[in-house]
């Protein structure tokens, strides 16, 4: 088919999945829609809370942008403020994660497909 519609709240939450739920959402679309380029996932990061790693990638540059509420993002050793309709570019050796605010932190995640490009940084917020 040359199109595909998804409802990313009905997308299964990756989160839950792998026993973060009390930290958060996130769901991967790209499958779902069908998508071979082109990754897209939606996260929503409960009050106060941090991701529970942060990440890296070999080549994929990613934006994030915000939808609702208010939060912090690491960027390597720099962190930033951010709102809503702030995007964020991130070039692929960035490592990055984000904390939210009182209200929480809803985003949407755009970037290329690259399989296993992906690298966790544990421990990301420590000191």
Known sequence: MSYSIRNLREVEDAAAKHGFSHIMEARFARSELGSEATGLAYQRIHPGQRQ????????????????????????????????????????????????AGDDGLE???????????????QDFWAG
Not at 82 to 95: H, T
Not at 109 to 117: A, E, K
């Open 52 to 99: 529970a790693f942060g990440h890296r990638h070999a080549h994929a540059e990613e934006i994030y942008l915000v939808l609702t509420g208010s939060g912090r993002v690491k960027l390597d050793d720099e962190v930033r403020d951010v709102g809503p309709l702030d995007a964020i570019r991130v070039a692929p050796q960035v490592a990055r994660g984000f904390e």
């Open 107 to 121: 985003l949407i995640v755009f970037g290329p497909h690259h399989p296993g490009d992906s690298e966790l940084v």
